[in-house]
């Protein structure tokens, strides 16, 4: 309610007037900051102009005219000041959200691309593309090279060009990310999927690689991994990149990979703490890793998850139970 004083020209300055100037700021942040002009909708406030400037951490200045009292003027400068912070928070804290919704939504759309890519190369060829070696009647490429043509990539998959950017392969979540992420593969197959014994004997190198068929997954589609997340840069000499120069080896520190050990993912770490030997998973994020199974499913497993279900969901025909798991 308004607050009005026997004489036309005096008043105080009320809610109506803060609530209008909040209005002002939320459409300025939103559409950019500009000029405005807002009307108290009070016959007793003759004008009210503002000016609202941000700069070096913030700061407000704006100006009420019409208000005669410098006590209802300061109470006046106090309220829209209130209003103002409150508009910026809110509006701040949802762009920041909507950012964060976004890049999570973008990486999740990835991820099921790359796992429906994977099915697809098992449909025309009846087995995944080996982690390294001959596949689809070409010779020898890492398991992201054999899924070019299946992303829409057959340029690359003809050219061989190490530094090519393939977009389904990227996140923009990845603090390391340089060049656009050209080479890189932040989306790093379960190596897993190549040892023998469902996923616990060893990795089968050379000429003769496992080429895993669906119906060899024992443990369900939806209980196995296939992709989760790496830095392109991992300390001093480390990444993942599609087209490994080390073929993808066990003890690559570029490998686009991770199982190598079935340890618990590396937590968000920076590019100077990240460790490229460790052989895991990489997350973007402390609470949780984003991954995706064979059946596509895509989720946020939390850190909360103890090791015995990160590991079960690593192998593929070992038997394993997997418990009730806690998503981000």
């Known amino acids: 309610m308004a ?34 002009t807002a009307g108290c909708g009070i016959g007793t406030l003759r004008q009210v102009s503002f000016y ?25 400068y106090l309220v829209v000041l209130a209003a103002c912070l409150f508009a910026v928070g809110v509006v701040v804290m949802g762009v920041y959200g909507a950012r964060e919704f976004k890049v999570r939504a973008e990486l999740a759309s990835n991820m099921r691309q790359c796992a ?22 070409k010779s020898n490429g890492t398991f992201h090279f054999h899924l070019l043509p299946f992303v829409e990539r057959q340029d690359l998959y003809i050219s061989g ?14 603090q390391t990310s340089i060049n656009n992420g050209a080479g890189a593969a932040n989306l790093a197959v379960n190596l897993r999927l190549f040892y023998t014994d469902g996923g616990l004997g060893e990795l089968k190198m050379g000429e003769k690689p496992i080429y895993l068929k669906w119906g060899q997954v024992t443990d369900g589609t ?15 000499n480390g990444g993942s990149l599609w087209l490994d120069p080390l073929n993808n080896a066990r ?46 499913s895509v989720l946020a497993f939390s850190e909360s998850n103890n090791l015995n279900i990160w590991q079960a969901l690593h192998t593929y025909g070992c038997g394993d139970i997997v418990p009730e798991y806690a998503a981000d």
Not at 222 to 236: E, R
Not at 267 to 272: D, I, L, Q, S
Not at 285 to 294: D, G, L, P, R, T
């Open 116 to 137: 429906t890519a994977v099915n697809m190369a098992h449909d025309a060829h009846k087995t995944i593309p080996p982690f390294f070696g001959p596949y689809g009647g």
């Open 161 to 174: 060009d190490a530094n090519g950017i393939v977009i389904p392969f990227l996140s923009t979540e990845d």
């Open 3 to 36: 607050q009005v004083q026997s004489s036309s020209n005096r008043a105080v300055f009320h809610v109506d007037a803060a609530f209008s100037f909040s209005l002002f700021v939320v459409s300025s942040l939103q559409g950019g900051i500009g000029s405005a």
């Open 251 to 296: 003890n690559s520190p570029t490998a686009a990979t991770f199982g190598a050990s079935m340890a618990i993912w590396q937590a968000a770490p920076t590019k100077e703490a990240c460790d490229p030997s460790a052989g895991t998973a990489v997350s973007f994020k402390s609470n949780f890793i984003a991954i995706v199974f064979c059946d596509s």
């Open 52 to 76: 609202f400037f941000i700069f070096c951490g913030g700061c407000v200045m704006f100006q009420v005219k019409g208000c005669e009292s410098t006590a209802h003027r300061v109470t006046g």
């Open 222 to 236: 939806s209980n196995t991994l296939l992709f989760s997340t790496k830095y392109q840069q991992c300390g001093a």
